[in-house]
């Protein structure tokens, strides 16, 4: 998958904007707060439909103007698309070769994009629901049905508790929604279980490739149940067994809302005992483990955009990053030194300054 054109309006600092991509590795090179992260936003923006940056996409569009536009041409496995996305103060407008689209989740997935940015090292220390959103998000890149479910199963988790909140629980209806969320759930911990089962070899060739370590990682999936068994029967008898304290509490106590995921390293918790750097390299071969399983089962690279990662590392480190790059990947790069990217690939290079962009190589 390669992004072949990209055209900006009036997104953050960025007027106006039209760029080719004839590369496969983009740099784009420039002091900070000149506007590089704004055009990766933008290609994360455009494949997931929001900001990694903001919760509110309001702060996308340029201050003082009424509207943004994002626009581009994907390519995949030689078919172009053209993508564009509309964000005014009446909502989100999507279309696929200029043809509307009412639902996000058949926009997601046209423009695959992995990101690197330094927030991600917070990985390991933030709460289990932040690392819940990294998973899904990741997840759902690869499938579809993955996001229909979990879509499903937090509408039917908003009914439960809903419900919960009334002075008057009767335990029979009760029991039909529990039983209804039960289901809507089983799927999501087989596809989460299957995911990070799939995901741990190859977190664990690229770690050793970019550190040179022999350590063991696992990328732990914490579930509400045992993997192993009749998962219905013991998701759904643990929520009964909670029923009291979901009534007290007016809230559902159990279920896969609670899920977490941990990184360990040789059976103890990264978060624990590693050093910035070794945290630093974990989250780069993670990424580049789904990177891969992307591949996999797509049979197409996805879009990897690197935010200001060269600066945090070393050259030797730098390097390693480079050479493990497959050759057929598309890739942007956010530095505020070239020298940072050395590379015998051939590459575009283009310098941005107060949200202006020139390309110079």
């Known amino acids: 998958m390669k992004v072949k054109n990209l055209e900006l309006k009036q997104f953050r600092n960025i007027s106006n904007l039209n760029l080719s991509f004839n590369k496969n590795i983009n740099v784009f090179v420039g002091d900070n707060g000149q506007g590089k992260t704004n055009i990766i936003e933008s290609l994360v923006y455009l494949s997931s439909g929001r900001s990694f940056r903001v919760s509110s996409d309001e702060y996308l569009i340029q201050y ?5 536009s994002v626009i581009a041409d994907i390519e995949d496995q030689n078919n172009t698309q053209n993508l564009k996305v509309v964000l005014s103060s009446a909502g989100k ?37 932040k690392r819940r959103r990294e998973i899904d ?26 419900y919960l909140k009334n002075k008057n629980v009767d335990q029979d209806f009760l ?36 550190s040179d370590s022999k350590d063991h990682i696992v990328l732990h999936y914490k579930a509400p149940i045992n993997l192993e068994g009749d998962l219905k029967a013991q998701l759904l008898s643990k929520m009964q067994d909670s029923f009291q304290r979901d009534c007290d509490f007016k809230v559902t106590q159990n279920g ?26 974990l989250i780069i071969a993670f990424k580049l483990a789904i990177v891969e399983l992307i591949f996999q089962s797509r049979k197409t690279y996805p879009i990897l955009c690197l935010d200001d990662l060269f600066s ?4 030797v480190r730098r390097e390693r990053v480079l050479n493990v790059l497959h050759e057929e990947m598309q890739v942007f790069i956010t530095t505020t030194d070239l020298d940072y990217v050395k590379s015998k690939r051939d590459k575009s290079v283009f310098k941005v300054v107060s949200g202006n962009v020139e390309e110079v190589i």
């Not at 596809?191 to 990070?196: D, E, Q, S, Y």
């Not at 896969?256 to 390299?281: L, T």
């Not at 945090?312 to 050259?315: H, Q, T």
Request: charged share 25%; glycine share 2%.
């Open 64 to 68: 003082g103007k009424e509207f943004l």
């Open 137 to 162: 998000f990741e997840l759902g890149k690869m499938s579809k049905r993955y996001l229909n479910q979990l879509s499903l199963s937090n509408k039917l988790l908003s009914e439960r508790n809903a």
């Open 256 to 281: 896969i809302h609670r899920d977490d995921f941990i990184f360990m390293i040789n059976d103890i918790p990264v978060v624990n005992v590693s050093s910035q750097g070794q945290k630093r390299m």
């Open 93 to 129: 407008y999507l279309q696929v070769n200029q043809q509307p689209l009412k639902k996000m989740t058949e926009f997601i997935g046209r423009c695959n994009v992995v990101l690197f940015n330094p927030e991600d090292i917070n990985f390991y220390s933030n709460s289990p629901r």
């Open 312 to 315: 945090e590392l070393d050259n």
């Open 175 to 210: 029991e039909i929604l529990t039983e209804k969320l039960v289901d809507a759930s089983i799927l999501i911990i087989e596809m989460r279980a299957k995911f990070v089962h799939a995901l741990n070899p190859i977190i664990n060739h690229y770690y050793h490739l970019l």
